[in-house]
């Protein structure tokens, strides 16, 4: 897992409820992303950080805020949670143009 | 043009056989194309990678082909094993940068 951790593996919340995804390495890798999975879709990326608060946007990323005060730490925000986010959400980070990513987060909103 | 489609969806392959998967691109400029497996509750993780300059590369029973005219590459898996159940995914960058995904294949070796 390259040292990638995520926080938490499963998680259940209510339509309008926040939510915050943590994603911890342990390598000081610069580069980090934040996907989701759904059937038929593939991975898709929602936000990605380049270093320490320098963050921008992927192809999926209304309803999703990111931030990274830390090299190890970048966390995905869902300020108002909607039915349409529920997915596995994994991490990823980025070594020598190959991106190796954590074990996920399975998000289910009700 | 940053899309990536991958086919088939699901494959289903007797043990021993051959796995075919092939993907599709549309952005001359990419420069890096991996293959992703993956396992049912896991992350993907890195299974072989090629870049244009060679048209085939091999590693034990995996082997990614390159068609640089035609913007296609595919994924071999020789001698398919029930160990290799799982799900497939092919990608596409350039320079290092934001990985593009292709759908996914969903790969099934019967006994």
């Known amino acids: 897992d390259a040292g990638i951790t995520q926080s938490p593996r499963h998680k259940v919340t209510e339509t309008g409820t926040p939510v915050t995804l943590r994603c911890h390495q342990t390598e000081n890798h610069r580069y980090m992303y934040w996907y989701r999975q759904d059937p038929g879709h593939g991975l898709r990326l929602i936000h990605y950080?380049?270093?320490?608060?320098?963050?921008d946007k992927g192809e999926v990323s209304d309803g999703y805020s990111v931030s990274r005060s830390k090299t190890e730490d970048f966390l995905l925000t869902l300020e108002s949670a909607t039915s349409s986010q529920t997915s596995v959400y994994f991490c990823?980070?980025?070594?020598?143009?190959?991106?190796?990513f954590g074990p996920g987060t399975r998000l289910t909103v009700l | 043009q940053q899309q990536v489609k991958q086919s088939p969806q699901s494959l289903i392959v007797q043990k021993g056989g051959i796995s075919i998967i092939n993907c599709a691109y549309e952005?001359?400029?990419?420069?890096?194309f991996p293959w992703y497996q993956q396992f049912p509750g896991k992350g993907p993780a890195l299974l072989i990678a090629?870049?244009?300059?060679?048209s085939e590369k091999k590693e034990g029973r995996f082997t990614i082909s390159f068609n640089k005219s035609a913007k296609q590459f595919s994924l071999h898996i020789m001698d398919s094993q029930p160990g290799d159940s799982a799900t497939y995914f092919c990608?596409?960058?350039?320079?290092?940068?934001?990985?593009?995904f292709g759908q996914g294949t969903e790969l099934s070796v019967k006994p």
């Open positions: 952005n001359t400029a990419f420069d890096y």
């Open positions: 990608a596409a960058s350039v320079q290092g940068g934001k990985l593009i």
């Open positions: 990823a980070i980025s070594a020598q143009d190959t991106q190796y």
């Open positions: 090629i870049r244009p300059d060679v």
């Open positions: 950080s380049y270093g320490v608060k320098d963050t």
